[in-house]
T-cell receptor, first 113, second 111 residues
Framework: KQEVTQIPAALSVPEGENLVLNCSFT??????LQWFRQDPGKGLTSLLL?????REQTSGRLNASLDKSSGRSTLYIAASQPGDSATYLCAVNRSGGSYIPTFGRGTSLIVHP | SQTIHQWPATLVQPVGSPLSLECTVEGTSNPNLYWYRQAAGRGLQLLFYSIGIDQISSEVPQNLSASRPQDRQFILSSKKLLLSDSGFYLC??????????FGPGTRLTVL
């Protein structure tokens, strides 16, 4: 059974810092991995999708990497801003026809001015 | 472009009352559809998913049910709500590459 762990569970940093959020998974037979952002009381917003054949994806100040062999993905946030404050979740889709993603519990990020 | 709607946005219901939450997707056809619940202090729990009309799978045994009356419509129902049904309910859809997109959610409080 796939297990997804996100470390740290919470993070508080001053504005301007570069951040790394971690996501690890136990079964490397994945189809893709997706990073989301969730603001309080809101739905999840898709940030980046990495297919199993890819090593990284970039969108603006966000960069997500994937290392299947070690079961890890990282989300790098450059020059963090207070508006980046949110919970960040990763989800892994298993290869082999499963339609059910496995989610991590998320990292709660606060960027203070 | 695709959009996903959920209603109502918030709901306060007494214990034992029925429930109907609606989710509709626009701008795509034959999506995979999902219902999740997010309880306070807990992770995202998958309740139901559907890969087509009349193809609904339940992940958690409970007093909830789901239906898909149309290709892009997903309904979450209950005949009698329990206190433990309180939470934030999220609908999502995915396309062929399984990238998921979520709706704005429904906050349900059962009193």
């Amino acid at each position: 059974k796939q297990e997804v762990t996100q470390i740290p569970a919470a993070l508080s940093v001053p504005e301007g810092e570069n951040l790394v959020l971690n996501c690890s998974f136990t079964d490397s037979a994945i189809y893709n991995l997706q990073w989301f952002r969730q603001d309080p009381g809101k739905g999840l917003t898709s940030l980046l999708l990495i297919q199993s054949s890819q090593r990284e994806q970039t969108s603006g100040r966000l960069n997500a990497s994937l290392d299947k062999s070690s079961g890890r993905s990282t989300l790098y946030i450059a020059a963090s801003q207070p508006g980046d404050s949110a919970t960040y979740l990763c989800a892994v889709n298993r290869s082999g026809g499963s339609y059910i993603p496995t989610f991590g519990r998320g990292t709660s990020l606060i960027v203070h001015p | 472009s695709q959009t996903i709607h959920q209603w109502p946005a918030t709901l306060v219901q007494p214990v034992g009352s029925p429930l109907s939450l609606e989710c509709t997707v626009e701008g795509t056809s034959n999506p995979n559809l999902y219902w999740y619940r997010q309880a306070a202090g807990r992770g995202l729990q998958l309740l139901f998913y559907s890969i087509g009309i009349d193809q609904i799978s339940s992940e958690v045994p409970q007093n909830l049910s789901a239906s898909r009356p149309q290709d892009r419509q997903f309904i979450l129902s209950s005949k009698k709500l329990l206190l433990s049904d309180s939470g934030f309910y999220l609908c999502a859809w995915s396309r062929g590459d399984l990238e998921q997109f979520f709706g704005p959610g429904t906050r349900l409080t059962v009193l």
